[in-house]
């Protein structure tokens, strides 16, 4: 099955630095790399998502680079704020395998210092 | 629209009783699924289903078990309740055709 590994686990940024989280995957069947936002205490929400037929996605301060060769995406994002302080999560899905169930990464948490 | 509703929010259960974690949405959604969240170890699939009547096992299936008689509701059972099923339980759902996967607020469980 898949395995996500995402690096690091804890990134300490000052406000208005950029902040970069990484994953890699290991089924080259997967096609659709979401990442998610959680909150303390909160549900995890999509923030963006890459499907594998695109190198790099922007949303605003956020963007995301895929690279299929290397098995690897990543999460950036500018000129952090605190209210970016949260835990990341990446994921990743095969989205013609039978189970078509999305594996996550084991998180960031992303503290952004005022 | 509710969305993805999970209840209850909270619960302590003792070793060795059974409970139900009941997930409903209204978004009309033929995939659900069940998540448990432990610190530092992500989100681990424990069971999903693509469609009444339809159940599959996730990563971590054993001591739960899973029913989607409708297409609204995937409740999660736990049968005998042990200290190492202590997590927080998301049901998440999305659309067949895939895209973003929706959750509900959690339900906190602590087994003593």
């Known amino acids: 099955g898949e395995n996500v590994e995402q690096h690091p686990s804890t990134l300490s940024v000052q406000e208005g630095d950029s902040a970069v989280i990484k994953c890699t995957y290991s089924d080259s069947a997967s096609n659709y790399f979401p990442w998610y936002k959680q909150e303390l205490g909160k549900r995890p929400q999509l923030i963006i998502d890459?499907?594998?037929?695109?190198g790099e996605k922007k949303d605003q301060r956020i963007a995301v680079t895929l690279n299929k060769t290397a098995k690897h995406f990543s999460l950036h994002i500018t000129e952090t704020q605190p209210e970016d302080s949260a835990v990341y999560f990446c994921?990743?899905?095969?989205?013609?395998?039978?189970?078509?169930?999305?594996?996550f990464g084991s998180g960031t948490r992303l503290q952004v210092q005022p | 629209n509710a969305g993805v509703t999970q209840t209850p929010k909270f619960q302590v259960l003792k070793t060795g009783q059974s409970m139900t974690l009941q997930c409903a949405q209204d978004m009309n959604h033929e995939y659900m699924s069940w998540y448990r969240q432990d610190p530092g170890m992500g989100l681990r699939l424990i069971h999903y289903s693509v469609g009444a009547g339809i159940t599959d096992q996730g990563e971590v299936p054993n001591g739960y078990n899973v029913s989607r008689s409708t297409t609204e509701d995937f409740p999660l059972r736990l049968l005998s309740a042990a200290p190492s099923q202590t997590s927080v339980y998301f049901c998440?759902?999305?659309?067949?055709?895939?895209?973003?996967?929706?959750f509900g607020e959690g339900s906190r469980l602590t087994v003593l």
């Open positions: 998440a759902s999305r659309p067949t055709a895939g895209g973003e996967l929706f």
């Open positions: 994921a990743a899905r095969a989205r013609d395998t039978g189970r078509r169930a999305l594996t």
């Open positions: 890459i499907r594998s037929n695109v």
